[in-house]
């Protein structure tokens, strides 16, 4: 089952990392800047068109779901090893950066949660006229 997912996973991981190769060596620095993001962000468009197309069969549609599921691990173990000590002393800004993309992620859940949600009043509106008719 797992294995099904994989060639997706491993194609767009293989564009994200070249991507955030790219992007580090744009800002100047010679490390990966976000490449595995990169490669989240690009699976997501990647599994929506092989199922709008009609592409995705059901093993493929699990396989994609389990390593979406042991994804936030993984990423946990690679920020684990990044030197975050050498990255605040380096200045403030990184501590900055930081508290304000969890800030912002924050605000943002209600706002994303109400994405393709009905509103209430509409809800109400087709409840009332459903029982109104005989």
Wanted: charged share 10%; with cysteine.
């Amino acid at each position: 089952m797992a294995i099904y997912g994989t060639a997706l996973l491993s194609g767009c991981l293989i564009a994200g990392v070249v991507a955030g190769q790219m992007l580090g060596y744009l800002v100047g620095v010679d490390k990966n800047i976000g490449g595995v993001g990169i490669a989240m962000l690009l699976l997501i468009p990647g599994s929506d068109w092989l199922q709008r197309s009609g592409r995705m069969q059901p093993p493929t549609k699990q396989g994609i779901l389990f390593w979406s599921s042991i994804y936030i691990p993984i990423v946990v173990a690679m920020a684990a090893s990044q030197n975050v000590l050498a990255a605040v002393k380096g200045g403030p800004i990184a501590l900055i950066a930081g508290v304000s993309v969890v800030l912002i992620s924050f605000i943002l859940v209600p706002v994303i949660s109400r994405i393709g949600q009905p509103d209430a009043e509409s809800v109400q509106s087709e409840s009332l006229s459903v029982k109104d008719e005989p």
